[in-house]
């Protein structure tokens, strides 16, 4: 009775990229129960296990109530005022600043938090602090796909639009696993009535590649070799659209060229792929009308992922697969908010998809913002990895890390935990005090978390969607638009943001500064109209908004237009290049790390704290071996056997099974040893950590 429901609203998941809308239920303007949304044009209906359980990790017990802070290295976190607090934050930060100058702290964001809060966050640290080197979680997830677009279509722009999956009748699916890592977006493709060949690139039998039509199971980071191979075969055989290539893009003959190289037996021998088999898949994209190719981590996390999602943009755009329902180039994103990120965390790019360097947009950002343009850097600042290897080399001496556990996440995790200890301050802003990055932190800030706020996500299909505050935040946690604006006044820079008043003032003023770019959605006047439509896909400029009530699935380069300055698209390519750690006769496995299943999240900071998604995982750490594997090495299942690499060696559950290959063994990322174990390359354009290959042995 006490919790009968007395109001319903919409608001969109605080998880994973896909930005299903859930339909929260109220008693006295609180939250009390969910269901999925069936009326929201992205889940229509359904939810998996993590939207169910969403609003339970917000009733954890190691919730953070109030700042805490550690007097000195080692000893015990004591709860402060927020006063104090905020006096310990910005005595240190400006100490450092003065002492050691402005490239001696830095930040690191998240794709979890709110847009507004992002764009507060980047604007207050680089704009208001004059910290100049801040990244977000973003690098280890969507960065490859960012460069990638932005060299070969001019700008970071995902084409597509959900439909797409239920209009295309050829699917492929590069280093993704769809049916775990976004089941929501699977399902769509089990609407799909056009019967489609599913087509599944991954060297592992993933529950994806089970579904599929087609599975290609590729040698791990083979890719390059398989994808210039089936350009050379399609070229051959005159399965491409010449025509549309002569007119909307350019470099397409060096690229005939550069991919004729790849001969069968060349792709066959490193690929493990025969010519036979690429020549079907290439029949059976010919053969399509519209093809649609997405990838996702299995790309982005590589020691060559830009060029990867280069080589895929190419095939859609010599098949002329784009701007066409049920086609296009798809990168999928992870986190909710990594779009978000991706435009306005003021890290990879100026405020609304702008260039540091860019003195036009610098002066345009510096207007709508009403703050003098020196203050805004003229070039970007360290990425993620560089911040970490900058703390190791005394460079980096002060750092903010908010709603992300990099002692977790990041790749070779001891080497991040050791940057930690060494910096001389370390503000951990976050809604748990109990994270592995949090515990070694000198400050903790309490933020709230997903619905105890208001802001607006943009999912993967670039849809702007709409979160509320439902629930309060425990104690004295403050959301991080707050955080944000007590340290402005703190500092001394509240004057500059005078604008940034409201999360939904912060929302117009990103509207404004998006006008004019390939982002632009100054068509969207609030948060009222984005609640009204179903979420709001950019592009939407004031002309867009009179065709969305009838049609809210937009999709990208519907006249062929790029955004280069000669509106064609680029093919782009390069010689493959060798893993930084193949197998030796000494570490003769190759560990693959990924999703383990639907009802998990990363490093489990949130899902943990549910009895009902526990329930849904194995409940001891396991790894994944061949059977023949096992079998040669006298390894039975569910016995405990120690994996080692040249960084650490854990002790883990063997789980016998052919969705590995044999000479290949897998681990869900979500477990803290996963990364003791991983080796830390980097893609060289994207800097993103290459997580899917390191060389490891069992010890038996
Ligand atoms: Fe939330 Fe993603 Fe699950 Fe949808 S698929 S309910 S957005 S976690």
Redesign the pocket.
Known sequence: EKCQPDATTNV?????????G?NIHLKDGKAVGLT?STDYP??LG???????E?LTPLEADDRATTPMIRKQRGGELEPVSWESAMSSFCSNFKNIQQEHGDESVAFISTGQIVTEEMAFLGALAKFGMGIRHGDGNTRQCMATSVVAYKQSFGFDAPPYTYQDFEESDVIVLIGSNLCIA????WQRIERNKHNPEIIVVDPRKTETAVAATQHFPILPKSDLYFLYGLARVLIENGWVDEQWIAQHTNEYEAFCSHVQTFTAEQVEQQSGITAEQMLKLAETIHRGERVSFWWTMGVNQSHEGVRTAQAIINLALMTGNIGRPGTGANSITGQ?NAMGSRLFSNTTNLLGGHDFANSEHRAKVAKILEIDEDRIPRELGMAYDQIVEGIHAGKIKGLWVLATNGSHSWIHQERYKEAMEKLDYLVVQDMYSTTETAQQADLILPAAGWAEKDGVFI?SERRIGLVKKVAEAPAEALSDFNIFKLISHYWGCAEMFKKWSTPEATFKLLAELSQDQPCDFSGVTGYRMVDDLGGVQWPCKPSDVAGLASDNQRRLFTYNLFYHTDSKAKFIFAEPTEVAEPTSKEYPFVLLTGRGT?AQ?HTETRTKKSAVLRKLYPASIYIEIHPDDAERLAITPNSLIKVKSRRATIEVTASVTPSVFPGQLFMPMHYAKANQLTQASFDPYSRQPSYKFCAVEIVV
Do not use: D, Q, R
């Open positions: 969109v998941c605080g998880f994973c990229s896909t930005g299903c859930l999925p992205v889940n359904m939810a998996c296990p993590k939207g169910w969403a976004h089941p929501i977006m909710c999912n639907s999240w």
